[in-house]
């Protein structure tokens, strides 16, 4: 008789627990790259700003991309990891972004999985959202 209480009892607990960092973690964590909202986006590029990253990896690179109506939030990722993948980005430069649309500070931002420019594509994060620039393989190929 105690033992299904006490089932239910942790289930629950570890729900709140869960409901309550997942609160959190919409406010105040870092951004979580969501599987359910990934899209493709096309346009030209509007603003290019490096941001400082709050886990000290350097600048993170920012872009406002315009897509026909809607402007998009992007967050690519460490500037070094871009530059080191000889890709180059600037003001009206047309670029194909695939990423998850999250609410990552009270504000819709896309978080790039891959960025294709011209001919060179940077592969940003695996199928999963995992950022590729954790240093477990590459991440450039031409298409």
Request: aromatic share 4%; no cysteine.
């Amino acid at each position: 008789m105690r033992r299904p209480f006490m089932v239910a009892a942790a289930a629950a607990a570890l729900a709140f627990a869960g409901a309550q960092s997942a609160a959190a973690q919409g406010r105040r964590g870092p951004a979580r790259y969501d599987v359910n909202t990934v899209r493709t986006v096309a346009g030209r590029i509007m603003a290019v700003d490096s941001l400082p990253s709050p886990r000290g990896l350097g600048g993170g690179l920012h872009v406002q991309l315009k897509a026909g109506d809607t402007t998009y939030e992007v967050h690519l990722g460490p500037q070094s990891y871009l530059q080191g993948k000889s890709m180059r980005l600037a003001v009206g430069d047309e670029v194909k972004v695939t990423g998850s649309l999250i609410t990552y500070q009270q504000r819709e931002v896309l978080l790039a999985a891959s960025v294709t420019k011209a001919s060179l594509t940077v592969m940003l994060r695996d199928s999963t959202g995992v950022p590729l620039w954790a240093g477990r393989r590459g991440g450039m190929r031409m298409r």
